[in-house]
């Protein structure tokens, strides 16, 4: 594990509205990152903000009679009170309309301006006042429609501002492919190639202020603004003390991680490294885009009106649960899909009947003993063995997922070793070595479960904070300091400390009781002869489907998207397209040549405006999917069952 200083962002909000899971889910990640590094020793800053200019905020500000400053310092609350709630720490909160910062992004224009970096010209295009972007016409979708947002555009005509973005087109080329750990996952920075194909034209760095005047003043021309993204990303050195304290900046920069949404990948995967080679500064050492949370297919956002409060998620179900289920349950990277009967069934599985249970096993058997404290272990058997070496696995694991940013998987490996610990209790019987007296046997049973406990707690620490606490408390050792290095070291724990009940640690949830109005419902339905009938369907109906082998002849990956592939397949002497949602899954490279199965006479339908004639079959589980092939040689066009 490296030991230099760690230095982690979230993006900076827009104060326009309240935030939601989107918000919650990143600012969570970069907590939970940095209590992880602080416990491993290392220095640790985790900065984040509120992005405070431009047309969204004046447009937001006007809506609600205020003035633009009014509409930032009443929303900049919403998510200072939200990471309050969340429990969570960061070193340093920016606005963007703090002097500190101002002052910086006037000293890098005016910087850029006198190297004849930025230069003034007419500019005509297409501008998306919800993304605050400009584009070209080949840019957008049918007609008018913003390529980020698929909402109109307003043509404009106007002089403004420019930064020589173009010029650094060829290096920001080279340098992607020679940093391979500069954009993660690797398929964002395909993406950002993809998009650097190509001419890279030059950026608008400006807005009038007869057009916009909620924005930082150009320091060589009063009567612009600053551009909000060049205005915003300039956040991320500013608060680490660039052109204000030198030691400061040298200390933290070049930044660990920003971590961003994927949907502001271009932004921060071009705009911001050209900005700072144009100001010899050493670019962030990763820059990684999570997926999003999706409502069935749809991308939660405010405009779609399906999004989830996390405040209320909290309220209702507590902090550290709402916390596990955001880390658990996303493959960083990809998308997921957020509904409460996802989250309840996570949380009853996990949290109530694997680690709640556990704990209360443990200690309830502790606390029956003549003394209640920690004893002292005998000799190990076999059985425990086996599982001491399932808990200091999943330290290795978890040490493996922090580095790798695949927490989901360390959070797995520490859940399996709570399992083990279950099954561990259950092989060991513990109430017959009481019932037989079997002292000796029944000590070393209790003393390796709490110690189990004792690392497992420390190693969700980060994640469940406060209900972590709580298991430590239980073990008598709430007052000791957490250190990771003590988690790889098996038997830390000292025998002779008094053990406490602490209560239920997670309150299983009743299903029933949320689905109440469900269950009313069903029985004001008319009565089914069977429940499954419904779900039946006659020989005739399946063979309405035709399914037919299909061979794989070209592929590859349908832009402005990271899900999806554009197959031509050949079925029999027939050649066809197909669209299918599978490349983050399958690189273009590995499926040509396979011989798949799919749907042939599926109506033609437009995915992403290509033409898609047909659908493979695929079988998913968990984060794992793998297309429906033949055994064997079999020519396409042959026909399946």
């Known amino acids: 594990m490296p030991k230099s200083p760690f230095y982690i962002t979230t993006p900076i909000y827009y104060v326009n509205g309240k935030p939601h899971i989107g918000h919650a889910y990143t600012t969570v990640l970069a907590d939970v990152l940095t209590r992880y590094y602080k416990l491993l020793g290392i220095e640790s800053h985790f900065l984040t903000g509120t992005d405070e200019h431009g047309s969204k905020v004046q447009e937001a500000a006007v809506k609600n009679h205020m003035t633009p400053q009014e509409q930032c310092d009443t929303t900049v609350g919403n998510f200072i009170e939200l990471w309050k709630k969340l429990d969570i720490y960061y070193d340093d909160f920016i606005r963007t309309t703090e002097e500190r910062h101002k002052t910086i992004v006037r000293k890098i224009l005016q910087d850029l301006y006198?190297?004849?970096?930025?230069?003034?010209?007419?500019?005509?295009?297409?501008?998306?006042?919800?993304?605050?972007?400009?584009?070209?016409?080949?840019?957008?979708?049918?007609?008018?429609?913003?390529?980020?947002?698929?909402?109109?555009?307003?043509?404009?005509?106007?002089?403004?501002?420019?930064?020589?973005?173009?010029?650094?087109?060829?290096?920001?080329?080279?340098?992607?492919?020679?940093?391979?750990?500069?954009?993660?996952?690797?398929?964002?920075?395909?993406?950002?190639?993809?998009?650097?194909?190509?001419?890279?034209?030059?950026l608008c760095v400006s807005r009038p202020k007869s057009r916009l005047s909620w924005g930082i003043e150009l320091p060589f021309d009063k009567d612009y603004v600053c551009y909000v993204w060049f205005d915003a990303l300039v956040n991320y050195i500013s608060a680490v003390g660039y052109m204000a304290d030198e030691k400061k900046f040298n200390k933290w920069w070049p930044a660990s991680y920003h971590l961003i949404g994927k949907d502001i990948l271009t932004t921060h995967t071009v705009y911001w490294p050209t900005m700072l080679k144009s100001m010899n500064i050493e670019m962030p050492k990763t820059i990684?885009?999570?997926?999003?949370?999706?409502?069935?297919?749809?991308?939660?956002?405010?405009?779609?009106?399906?999004?989830?409060?996390?405040?209320?998620?909290?309220?209702?179900?507590?902090?550290?649960?709402?916390?596990?289920?955001?880390?658990?349950?996303?493959?960083?990277?990809?998308?997921?899909?957020?509904?409460?009967?996802?989250?309840?069934?996570?949380?009853?599985?996990?949290?109530?009947?694997?680690?709640?249970?556990?704990?209360?096993?443990?200690?309830?058997?502790?606390?029956?003993?003549?003394?209640?404290?920690?004893?002292?272990?005998?000799?190990?058997?076999?059985?425990?063995?086996?599982?001491?070496?399932?808990?200091?696995?999943?330290?290795?694991?978890?040490?493996?997922?922090?580095?790798?940013?695949?927490?989901?998987?360390?959070?797995?490996?520490?859940?399996?070793?709570?399992?083990?610990?279950?099954?561990?209790?259950?092989?060991?019987?513990?109430?017959?070595?009481?019932?037989?007296?079997?002292?000796?046997?029944?000590?070393?049973?209790?003393?390796?479960?709490?110690?189990?406990l004792?690392?497992?707690?420390?190693?969700?620490?980060?994640?469940?904070?406060?209900?972590?606490?709580?298991?430590?408390?239980?073990?008598?050792?709430?007052?000791?300091?957490?250190?990771?290095?003590?988690?790889?070291?098996?038997?830390?724990?000292?025998?002779?400390?008094?053990?406490?009940d602490t209560g239920v640690l997670f309150p299983r949830i009743e299903i029933e009781k949320n689905e109440e109005k469900t269950k009313e419902k069903a029985l004001s339905a008319p009565i089914q002869v069977s429940e499954n009938v419904v779900d039946m369907i006659s020989i005739d109906d399946f063979f309405k489907a035709k399914l037919k082998t299909a061979k794989i002849l070209k592929a590859e990956k349908v832009t402005k998207t990271d899900k999806l592939l554009k197959l031509a397949i050949e079925i029999g002497k027939e050649e066809r397209q197909i669209v299918a949602g599978i490349a983050l899954f399958y690189t273009p490279e590995q499926v040509i040549g396979k011989t798949i199965v799919i749907v042939s006479n599926l109506k033609p339908a437009k995915i992403c405006g290509i033409e898609s004639h047909g659908m493979l079959l695929a079988a998913k589980i968990d984060d794992k999917l793998k297309l429906v092939t033949v055994d064997g040689e079999i020519p396409s066009g042959a026909s399946v069952g």
């Open 288 to 452: 990684f885009a999570h997926g999003w949370w999706l409502t069935g297919d749809q991308k939660m956002g405010k405009s779609l009106g399906n999004t989830v409060n996390p405040m209320d998620m909290a309220e209702k179900y507590g902090v550290d649960a709402f916390k596990y289920f955001l880390m658990a349950e996303m493959v960083l990277g990809q998308d997921a899909t957020f509904t409460e009967d996802a989250f309840i069934s996570k949380y009853n599985t996990d949290l109530a009947n694997d680690l709640g249970n556990f704990l209360n096993r443990v200690i309830k058997f502790i606390l029956k003993q003549p003394s209640p404290i920690i004893p002292e272990p005998g000799i190990n058997d076999d059985n425990d063995i086996e599982f001491k070496n399932e808990v200091m696995n999943a330290v290795n694991a978890m040490e493996t997922a922090l580095l790798e940013m695949k927490l989901n998987k360390g959070i797995d490996a520490v859940i399996a070793s709570v399992r083990a610990g279950n099954r561990y209790m259950e092989k060991t019987a513990p109430w017959k070595l009481a019932k037989e007296g079997n002292l000796e046997r029944l000590n070393s049973v209790l003393y390796n479960t709490a110690e189990a």
């Open 114 to 202: 006198d190297r004849e970096l930025i230069y003034k010209a007419e500019y005509k295009g297409w501008y998306c006042v919800p993304c605050e972007r400009f584009f070209t016409e080949k840019d957008l979708l049918e007609g008018n429609l913003c390529p980020e947002c698929k909402r109109p555009t307003n043509e404009l005509v106007e002089s403004n501002y420019f930064f020589k973005m173009s010029s650094y087109q060829e290096w920001l080329i080279d340098y992607i492919n020679t940093h391979p750990s500069f954009i993660l996952p690797s398929y964002r920075a395909n993406e950002t190639l993809g998009f650097l194909r190509q001419p890279l034209g030059d």
């Open 454 to 500: 004792r690392i497992i707690s420390g190693l969700l620490y980060p994640v469940i904070p406060e209900k972590a606490s709580v298991i430590r408390k239980a073990l008598g050792i709430g007052d000791e300091k957490l250190i990771i290095d003590d988690l790889r070291i098996w038997g830390k724990l000292k025998p002779g400390i008094s053990v406490t």
